[in-house]
């Protein structure tokens, strides 16, 4: 069954006829039944005058009841069954009464299964204190409907609050302003709001053991007790990197910028939640070499949650503009040379996609089309890489920074509160720089939006700090192993932790390396011993490459120790490559999967081809 939302292949909902317009959810957690039990009260305008039906998002939810909010009368609805399969789910039909001139209010009584896909629920034996269970919530792309009935589009942009009921000795935090707490009879309700209209993929919400510390007058960190210290020191610079940020795209609306650092099974570096970023405890290296992560969640505080993709399909919109916010935060703090280094890098990775996914794969088109496509199955870096490659291009042609910052602003201004498509950028683009003709002449845009493939125009990047790593991955694959080791141990103490990941990345894209020289480099500079987990990732794949028998235990115990699915996925498509180790890794997933969040489960088996 095709999704109907004029808008967005990826939805049931129908709001150019009926919209919500704000939601109100009061939900208790039930960690005994792992489910959320309670309402959603969705405010409700006709757009259309006649009508009639409200269509609402769901996917595995138990609905039990539908009212009028305002004066309790029941209003018919229907859910369909038979769609259960599919990503998109099934519509909730509501019946709206005659319009009366007064608010409607649709109030939805339901409850979420143990199965949500947007719920991680954890035994307190898989949280780091150990003794307290927790649960935590992952939305984008289109998992919302599978812990409340919305619509679940990021055309439609709702502020809400929210009331969750917890167990009192549990701490509560949702992606909006903590407004207060009540404690009665064993349980906490807690109460927060999000007065800034957001898409339904940004509603978060986090329960557990939690602490936090303060970071800055509008930046504080949260995380279980045990890893609050470490993690405040990692991401002492928070705030300069906000106020990095607002001196490209204008003031920091949302207020407060909190990060919550979740348990290890979280399945991706970093997710915007609006309020409370969401990231990953592999960023805490101890040296605070990966906090560009926090860049990255920072800028989508603009381009993302101001500034909306309209569908899934326009994503990069999101994720282009936002790699690209990133490293121009990144340029502020650190210099434009830090900024080209990160940028050859994301290049780098999208040829590692394009070469692993093929470069006709339609779904390697910076715009693909998604019709009954699951956004899941198109996640991949080439909204990332190629939509930034794409902005660093018209940035060259524009006339550099100079011209392109004041343009972001402005477009940041444009379309603030607003969900917006690829056409509506470009529209904007060449009005804003209309007074200078012919300069986009050039641009292809069918080739850059709607081809396959690397993009048309290969960027050029400034090599001042991939120098020496091009240097020494040249001479370590240039070594005749059978002449005398030229290298030594000091080889690595004049590079960063950037500068050792890019030396990997770039072995990574050689041919395997024989084990003999995996061996020598662990002899030297004993990469075993690195505990950051962006060489580690590196450093273990290489391994496998090569076949190398010795990596392979530990590359199980990596995938097995945390499930960021940047690493967790492409160790697995390794160690499905090579024959010996693959029925260990089909092993390993599978005694591994209750500590696994859905989506990565869901990729993962299609990785090792467990799953069509
Ligand atoms: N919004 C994304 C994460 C996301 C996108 C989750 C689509 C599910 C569906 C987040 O901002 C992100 O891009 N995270 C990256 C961080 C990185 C690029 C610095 C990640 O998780 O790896
Ligand atoms: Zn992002």
Redesign the pocket.
């Known amino acids: 069954m095709a999704a109907t939302c004029p808008d967005d292949p990826c939805s049931f909902s129908n709001p150019h006829e009926a919209a919500v317009t704000s939601v109100h959810l009061r939900l208790t957690v039930d960690f005994e039944a792992r489910r959320l039990r309670g309402a959603a009260e969705l405010r409700v305008e006709r757009r259309a005058p006649a009508a009639a039906v409200l269509l609402l998002d769901t996917r595995g939810l138990e609905v039990t009841g539908v009212c009028r909010l305002e004066d309790g009368a029941p209003l018919q609805w229907k859910l369909e069954s038979e769609h259960e399969h599919t990503a998109y789910g099934t519509p909730l039909r509501v019946t709206l009464p005659p319009e009366d001139g007064q608010p409607l209010t649709v109030a939805v009584e339901y409850s979420t299964r143990p199965e949500s896909t947007a719920l991680a629920w954890l035994e307190p034996e898989q949280t780091a204190g150990r003794r307290r269970p927790y649960v935590y919530s992952?939305c984008?792309?289109i998992h919302c409907r599978s812990m409340a009935p919305l619509q679940d589009t990021p055309a439609v942009k709702t502020p809400y609050t929210a009331e969750l009921t917890v167990p009192a000795e549990l701490t509560a935090l949702m992606s909006g302003l903590r407004e207060g707490r009540e404690e009665a009879d064993g349980a906490a309700r807690c109460r927060f709001r999000q007065p800034v209209p957001v898409p339904a993929y940004l509603i978060a919400l986090a329960v557990g053991d939690l602490e936090s510390r303060p970071l800055g007058p509008r930046c504080s960190v949260w995380s279980e007790p045990g890893v609050v210290d470490r993690a405040a020191h990692e991401f002492v610079d928070t705030e300069k990197m906000l106020e990095a940020a607002e001196a490209f795209c204008g003031p920091y609306i949302w207020g407060v910028y909190d990060l919550l650092v979740l348990p290890p099974s979280f399945p991706?570096?970093?997710?915007?939640n609006p309020c409370l970023t969401f990231i990953t405890p592999t960023v805490i290296a101890g040296d605070r070499s990966l906090v560009?992560?926090v860049a990255?969640?920072i800028s989508?505080s603009w381009t993302?949650n101001l500034v909306t993709n309209r569908s899934w399909e326009h994503?990069w919109l999101?994720?282009g503009f936002?790699?690209f916010l990133?490293r121009k935060i990144l340029s502020r703090l650190h210099g434009e040379p830090a900024r080209h280094f990160s940028a050859a890098g994301g290049w780098k990775s999208l040829r590692e996609t394009i070469r692993t996914r093929g470069a006709d794969d339609p779904l390697t088109c910076l715009s693909p089309k998604l019709a009954d496509v699951d956004?899941?199955d198109a996640?991949s870096t080439v909204p990332?890489e190629k939509g930034h490659a794409f902005l660093w291009y018209l940035e060259q042609l524009a006339g550099g920074p100079t011209v392109f910052d004041p343009f972001l602003r402005a477009y940041v201004e444009k379309f603030r509160l607003k969900s917006i498509d690829s056409a509506d950028f470009r529209k904007f683009l060449e009005e804003y720089f209309a007074p200078t003709p012919g300069l986009f002449d050039k641009v292809d845009w069918e080739a850059w939006l709607h081809t396959p493939g690397m993009p048309p125009v290969e960027p050029q990047f400034d090599s001042q700090l991939a120098g020496v790593c091009s240097d020494l991955s040249a001479r370590w694959l240039a070594w005749n192993t059978d002449e005398l080791c030229p290298f030594s141990a000091d080889d690595l103490t004049p590079l960063t932790s950037g500068q050792v990941i890019e030396l990997l990345a770039q072995l990574l894209e050689a041919p395997p390396l024989p084990v003999k020289k995996l061996e020598k480099m662990q002899e030297l500079y004993d990469l075993d011993a690195r505990a950051n987990s962006e060489i580690r990732f590196r450093w273990l794949r290489l391994g496998l490459a090569a076949r190398w028998e010795r990596q392979l235990q530990p590359s199980l115990e990596f995938v097995t120790a945390q499930g960021?699915m940047?690493f967790v996925r492409p160790i697995y498509r390794d160690l499905y490559a090579w024959e010996e180790a693959r029925p260990k890794a089909i092993a390993t997933f599978e005694r591994n999967k209750p500590n696994m969040m859905h989506?990565a489960i869901y990729t993962v088996g299609k990785d090792l081809h467990l799953s069509e």
Do not use: I, L, Q, S
């Not at 991706?268 to 915007?272: A, I, M, N, V």
């Open positions: 992952h984008e792309a991706f570096g970093g997710t915007e560009d992560v990255h969640e989508h993302g994503f999101n994720e936002t790699m990133e956004p899941d996640f990332y960021r940047k989506v």
